[in-house]
């Protein structure tokens, strides 16, 4: 018998990249999609499909245990400011109401709990798009200046204490002094709030939250953080590899050598 | 002999009021004013007074010396954003040179050495303004509500880590969700982005960092605090009494009331 997949859906195109890798891998596919939120192009993908509100936690466990479903990944980002006015069923409510943070990491791991205490097991997107996975090292041709690096030593062990209180995940740093930091507004709008207040030369921290599921929150890049980073005038970008996604990644360092940037991927807190 | 008091003056009000309130108590007073930050008014007011550019340390540090002040204060603020442009001076590079962050709290200790080092006795506003210290307990007519108090609960310890990292002085919450986090914008700016993010019904916490000098850097609160906040939509503001200063309080209250807000003054951490 075919395992099942399934497939909890938010925006933009990662949805869709996990469902034809988890097709291609002989899995049968179950999607949920949020209304406003999730790319109408899933339902003709999948197996089965449903049309969710968010917040409606009840309805999807339901649908997913209806349709004998195992395995459960989280794919897509959920803008926060929109999901504010979520209105949670019963079920979603009682997972909310018990939580003392409603911050992103805390709902998730609340998430997984709940969906691993229902039998199902939550996977990570790392099987199915292993090429998503943010590589390592220096990847654009310019090798980042010394002041450059001075802002990424300055800058990261301040970026992964945010990310201990279960803040942001970036951080924008121009000579040892913090210009942004990243609350719900997301991360391309903190890098435009950065450009503006601090102008020319800002260096974009983005981490993994300390403590963190990597099973759901990703830190996620590519070819709109780099446009973003030069209408900002940042000139360096310096990512966690291996646990984040990158996106359009070959894209995204042709568009950054031609603007001079530096793209940095950090390995256990090292270049 | 008359004491001489040098005022070290950045923008607004503040300067003036503090120089009243010294030539009250018997100072002379010696005035330092930073092009396109201080009130131009100061130099009339001052006994003595002299124009700088941000950055001139040892230029000021050499007036203040010549008219044999012993006493100095800060006050006023310098915007952070327009501040990035400065042109530190052989001396002023040499106390940015040997720091190791450039954010407010780091600065500004530097700079209370470096005058202490050159036989200076840095004062705070509390006995020239003691009137402008920010009082204690719920100053509004209406009481917060059960969930603005477990946003300030669900906040406060938060900020006060941000403010241990040296960051920002304010955060605005919503139903246990950080909304925005203070970097170089000021609050202001946090506020309305705030607003904007997270709707109705934020609310906004200013503290005190820790283990900083409430010479320099008190938490500033006043009307435009108070305007910004009722643009925004939010609801509550919680402060540090005591180590922040509340311009025009009784005009602010009577802005808050007539628009519902709740004003509550913070002290060691509780209501």
């Known amino acids: 018998m075919r395992k099942k997949l399934g497939l909890i859906a938010g925006g933009g195109q990662f949805p869709l990249k996990v469902c034809d890798s988890a097709l291609k891998q002989g899995y049968l596919t179950v999607g949920v999609g949020f209304k406003d939120y999730t790319d109408p192009l899933l339902a003709s993908r999948v197996d089965e499909f449903l049309w969710v509100n968010l917040g409606q936690l009840g309805k999807v466990i339901k649908f997913l245990k209806k349709n004998h479903v195992q395995e459960v990944i989280f794919a897509g980002p959920i803008s926060k400011p929109k999901a504010l006015n979520l209105r949670p069923d019963f079920r979603a409510a009682k997972v909310l109401f018990k939580l003392k943070s409603l911050n992103d990491g805390a709902i998730f791991k609340a998430l997984i709990a709940e969906f691993e205490s229902e039998g199902f097991r939550v996977v990570g997107p790392q099987q199915f798009v292993p090429d998503l996975i943010a590589p390592s090292g220096i990847l654009s041709f310019r090798k980042p200046s010394s002041i ?24 924008v740093v121009k000579e040892k002094i913090v210009i942004a930091v990243e609350g719900i507004e997301g991360t391309n709008a903190t890098i435009k709030r950065a450009g503006e207040l601090g102008g020319k030369g800002c260096v974009v921290l983005k981490a993994f939250k300390p403590g963190q599921d990597e099973r759901i929150d990703m830190p996620a890049l590519g070819l709109e953080t780099i446009k973003t980073m030069i209408e900002a005038k940042a000139t360096a970008l310096f990512f966690e590899a291996k646990y984040s996604l990158f996106f359009d990644l070959d894209k995204s360092l042709k568009l950054a050598n031609e603007h001079g940037l530096t793209i940095v991927g950090i390995k256990e807190g090292k270049i």
Chains 1, 2 share one sequence.
């Open 148 to 171: 450059e690096l001075e802002s990424f030593k300055f800058g990261w062990p301040i970026l992964k204490k945010i990310g201990n209180l279960d803040i942001g995940q970036c951080l």
